[in-house]
């Protein structure tokens, strides 16, 4: 049982602490409003579901990637198109670069880590397929190195980034969130994928959700 009186523990905060809890919250509240607002994220998601979708119908896959929370939310995106997100439908090819200590550690020691993706995406993908690379800075030379790789070997290329990313000649599809803060570029992307994850799951498996 907890010993602090659970009616009033926002109050049993020191009011410093209590005022970066509302004003996280606040900013949180903020740029998902500005983000749901904003007609280029719109407009880019859309294109980016119709782009997976194409590629899934012509047994193409998704390839993800990205590093330290990017990395876990490669994993989460890739395990809501194998599993399910809100119904029960067939599979969907999604792979997360980011699992494989073998092959990740032993690319890194032999190549560098710029070039732990790179590797895997020249190893497991082909034309048609699509690669999605995480960044909130728009800056993770893997990332980077990863997106050449994919153009070379004709693979749509699509970035998960924050406002301040800079261009990317080799990203075809760039989902820029309206925040330069890390956190709140990391909560955006979550959202981000799960739109355009029950988008495709919405054309190649047509059923009535449960919610």
């Not at 523990?9 to 602490?17: K, Q």
């Not at 719109?42 to 990637?65: N, P, Q, R």
């Not at 330290?68 to 599979?91: K, N, V």
Request: net charge negative.
């Amino acid at each position: 049982m907890s010993k602090f009186p659970t009616s009033d523990l926002l109050n049993s905060l020191p009011a410093s602490e209590r005022d970066y809890l509302q004003d996280y919250l606040r900013q949180s509240a903020e740029t998902m409003v500005a983000f749901s607002k904003h007609e280029a994220c719109a407009d880019m998601m859309a294109g980016i579901a119709l782009t997976i979708t194409s590629a899934l119908e012509k047994d193409g896959k998704l390839l993800v990637a990205g590093n330290g929370g990017s990395a876990a939310d490669a994993q989460h995106i890739a395990g809501e198109f194998t599993a399910r997100l809100m119904y029960d439908r067939r599979p969907l090819a999604a792979i997360a670069l980011t699992t494989d200590t073998s092959g990740l550690t032993a690319i890194g020691n032999d190549y560098g880590f710029d070039h732990v993706f790179s590797r895997q995406v020249l190893a497991l993908g082909r034309k048609g397929d699509v690669f999605l690379g995480i960044t909130t800075s728009g800056r993770s030379p893997n990332i980077v190195q990863a997106l050449k790789a994919a153009r070379s070997q004709n693979i749509t290329t699509v970035v998960f980034t924050g406002e301040n990313c800079v261009e990317l000649p080799d990203a075809d599809f760039v989902l820029r969130v309206p925040s330069g803060w890390t956190p709140l570029i990391q909560q955006m992307h979550i959202a981000a994928a799960h739109i355009v994850c029950a988008l495709v799951e919405r054309a190649l498996c047509p059923q009535t959700p449960n919610v």
